[in-house]
T-cell receptor, first 110, second 116 residues
Framework: GQNIDQPTEMTATEGAIVQINCTYQ??????LFWYQQHAGEAPTFLSY????GLEEKGRFSSFLSRSKGYSYLLLKELQMKDSASYLC???????????FGTGTRLQVTL | EADIYQTPRYLVIGTGKKITLECSQTMGHDKMYWYQQDPGMELHLIHY???????EKGDLSSESTVSRIRTEHFPLTLESARPSHTSQYLCASSDPFDRPNTGELFFGEGSRLTVL
């Protein structure tokens, strides 16, 4: 099976930078995904890493180290609308099955 | 923009009733999924499908059943609902081809079920 760990809650200030870490243990690794989920809404896709390194997409970047079973999501220039849960998910096999972590609830304050 | 729809959005029913949660997508995706999520908790995969006439159970045991008679339609059925089935059910689909980002899931808005 898969084991995915990420912090439960984080707080950061508007305009700041925050890094949300995710560690995982899995077999048949097929990619590491980050999703954003606002309260009461469905998750939306943020990023995908299958090779080691940093993927940058606007204010959001995601990093992967497969040998360490480690990823992080970096959010820059935080905005109030970034307050949400950030879900780390590991893909396995060819069926694009994703196993989700419990999510990190990020609170952005003034 | 994703085109995946779930109905009903909210449902309150009594114990013992049979219910079907509908999920339809217009993107031509072969792969479809049902996730269950309790408030503040992680998503658990309960069913998935590779394509028409293909259904598999997910990582979390569920008393629900699914069918895939048409590519665009993946309904979930509970024959006899119980209070323990109270949860949010999220349907998702993903791109049919094996290429980068193939695992990106497009989610419906969810069906919030309450069983009294």
């Amino acid at each position: 099976g898969q084991n995915i760990d990420q912090p439960t809650e984080m707080t950061a200030t508007e305009g700041a930078i925050v890094q949300i870490n995710c560690t995982y243990q899995t077999s048949g690794f097929n990619g590491l995904f980050w999703y954003q989920q606002h309260a009461g809404e469905a998750p939306t896709f943020l990023s995908y890493n299958v090779l080691d390194g940093l993927e940058e997409k606007g204010r959001f970047s995601s990093f992967l180290s497969r040998s360490k079973g480690y990823s992080y999501l970096l959010l820059k220039e935080l905005q109030m609308k970034d307050s949400a849960s950030y879900l780390c998910a590991v893909g396995t096999g060819t069926a694009s099955k994703l196993t989700f972590g419990t999510g990190t609830r990020l609170q952005v304050t003034l | 923009e994703a085109d995946i729809y779930q109905t009903p959005r909210y449902l309150v029913i009594g114990t013992g009733k049979k219910i079907t949660l509908e999920c339809s997508q217009t993107m031509g995706h072969d792969k479809m999924y049902w996730y269950q999520q309790d408030p503040g908790m992680e998503l658990h995969l309960i069913h998935y499908s590779y394509g028409v006439n293909s259904t598999e159970k997910g990582d979390l045991s569920s008393e629900s059943t699914v069918s895939r008679i048409r590519t665009e339609h993946f309904p979930l059925t509970l024959e006899s609902a119980r209070p323990s089935h109270t949860s949010q059910y999220l349907c998702a689909s993903s791109d049919p081809f094996d290429r980068p980002n193939t695992g990106e899931l497009f989610f419906g808005e969810g069906s919030r079920l309450t069983v009294l």
